[in-house]
């Protein structure tokens, strides 16, 4: 979800279980999006994407979801791991821009052995 | 190289003084982008370069950052009299061509301005 000033939202799990990780996006005209992963000095690294015209994309153990109705993005991560445990990030092409996208604030995962 | 090459990793400065960033993009890669991680915040775009277009700066927050590609590979982020609002990690991504969102980003350099 979104954050509130500089706390991240921060969802913990015990490992093994499944994950929802969500987002709210900001454009209506955005037809592009993805889902980042940030470990610890890292920068963001590439899970999954989505177009506007689908509304459920599957990769290895992650499912995207995507509703536009409400502007709605999810992110499943299915058996989470302890190596799972990072900030993940929602972002949207920046409606008509080709090349520029625009972050949500994140959402710290916390993975339980 | 394999990945996109940030450096410093880090970097300490002093408030008023001039800071340069450099990035080694992935090696064919067209474009290249500049954002910019405060403290628990999201990214935020600075400035885009594809091949020898004109840049995109439109992210740029004030005309104390510049950004130039040499050769169409490796860019520099200069900021110029450093302010303690500009401590953040800057982060370099290249990919492929225009259109590309699947980015490669590098790791980023920790500017702290005290």
């Known amino acids: 979800g979104e954050s509130v000033g500089l706390h991240l939202p921060t969802l913990s799990v015990q490992e093994g279980d499944n994950s929802i990780i969500n987002c709210a996006y900001s454009?209506?005209?955005?037809?592009?999006f993805i889902w980042y992963k940030q470990e610890s000095g890292k920068g963001p690294q590439f899970i999954i994407d989505?177009?506007?015209?689908?509304d459920k994309r599957q990769g290895q153990r992650v499912t995207v979801l995507l509703n536009k109705t409400v502007k709605h993005l999810s992110l499943q991560i299915a058996a989470t791991q302890p190596g799972d445990s990072a900030v993940y990030f929602c972002?949207?092409?920046?409606?008509?821009?080709?090349?520029?996208?625009?972050f949500g604030k994140g959402t710290l995962l916390t993975v339980n052995p | 190289g394999a990945g996109v090459s940030q450096s410093p990793s880090n970097k300490v400065t002093e408030k008023g003084k001039d800071v340069e960033l450099r990035c080694d993009p992935i090696?064919?890669?067209?474009?290249l982008y500049w954002y910019r991680q405060s403290l628990g915040q999201g990214l935020e775009f600075l400035i885009y370069?594809?091949?020898?277009?004109?840049?995109?700066k439109s992210g740029l927050p004030s005309d104390r950052f510049s950004a130039e590609r040499t050769g169409g590979s490796v860019s520099t982020l200069t900021i110029q009299r450093t302010q303690q609002e500009d401590s953040a990690v800057y982060l370099c991504?290249?990919?492929?061509?225009?259109?590309?969102?699947?980015?490669?980003f590098g790791s980023g350099t920790r500017l702290t301005v005290v």
């Open positions: 991504a290249s990919s492929l061509a225009v259109g590309d969102y699947g980015y490669t």
């Open positions: 090696s064919g890669h067209t474009a």
């Open positions: 972002a949207e092409n920046s409606g008509g821009s080709n090349y520029k996208l625009t």
């Open positions: 989505i177009r506007s015209n689908m």
């Open positions: 454009n209506s005209a955005s037809d592009y």
């Open positions: 370069f594809q091949g020898n277009s004109a840049p995109d």
